[in-house]
């Protein structure tokens, strides 16, 4: 239901002007095209449009020289930016990363002069990192306030290997940037009258991310999944939830996921606990400079990890959620 009616809120949604590329007819048609691909779910033209009219028109926007990718980012920034200035309301920015595989077009790729980067099982393709901006209450849709397009270089070394050596590379030159100069970027979009919470999974669980300095106005949270060290306690990080006790307990209907993952009522506990993060070891320095933030920890019995991992075999799990 919270697709639908959020579809329904950006089924007429007008992203470009005339002073975006110049000419008002290629806003015109680049409006259509993005209606065109929210309304049919696929970002395949040749299955967005039916007619071969419509299909030409979206192939020859594309490739229309005015047309960028730079332009295009900053026109869905812009909008973002505007549409929030016209509510007071709690902004929740999640983020998370999409990848494009071009594995079933392999061969066609190699007939090109260009050696294209590579996503997982060294595939042609990219990933696209995306923050979308959405009222907690509304559920209305207000943009994109940052997005970044990245892949991996065909000569990059065995990801087993590659594990190892990024540990010791700074952030700027490791994936995980994504997640905190999303951060950044999407905390500098939104006006400082809105509060704002950043969402991200486990991959978002980096201490840079934790650390970073923000507005009054800005909170982060995060799944977490390392087992931190805190800074005034000999206890790690989840035996400190463990510990700590229940705040409260409720419920909800879990709906159905195919014949292996039954509807059923889950419960759930809620424990919190205020620690104060040890900065991690980095190479072979020492763990300086502890942030003294207060961060606030929920532990909850979920379900959705359970379904995923345990395929519900009667066992319990725990997710860790970290609000900043």
Known sequence: MFLLSLRMEISNLSL??????????????????????????????????????????????????????????????????????????????????????FGNHKERIKKTTRKPGQVNNNNPGFFMHTAIAIGAESHTMYGIPHLFTYNWHPD?????????????????????????????????????????????????????????KRKPNVNILTRITHNRCLADSELKLFETIEQSLVAGVYEFKLPSRGHSHKARIVNMELRYEKVKLKRPFQGKGIAVCEQSLDHVYMQKNVVKYLMERTLFRGSSTQLTLLIL
């Open 16 to 101: 470009f002007d005339k002073n975006t590329f110049g000419d008002s007819r290629l806003a015109s048609r680049g409006n259509y095209i993005i209606n065109a691909l929210i309304n049919t779910g696929t970002s395949v033209i040749n299955r967005m449009f039916v007619g071969w009219d419509s299909k030409m028109a979206a192939f020859r926007f594309l490739a229309n020289p005015k047309v960028s990718k730079a332009k295009i980012k900053r026109s869905m920034k812009y909008s973002c930016i505007e549409n929030i200035k016209s509510t007071d309301e709690h902004i929740l920015v999640i983020q998370d990363t999409s990848e494009f595989n």
């Open 156 to 212: 990059r070394t065995r990801k087993k290997d590659l594990n190892k050596i990024c540990k010791t590379k700074p952030l700027n030159e490791r994936d995980s940037h994504k997640w905190v100069s999303t951060a950044w970027h999407s905390m500098n979009s939104i006006a400082p009258t809105n509060s704002v919470t950043i969402i991200g999974d486990r991959e978002s669980d980096i201490y840079d991310l934790l650390a970073l």
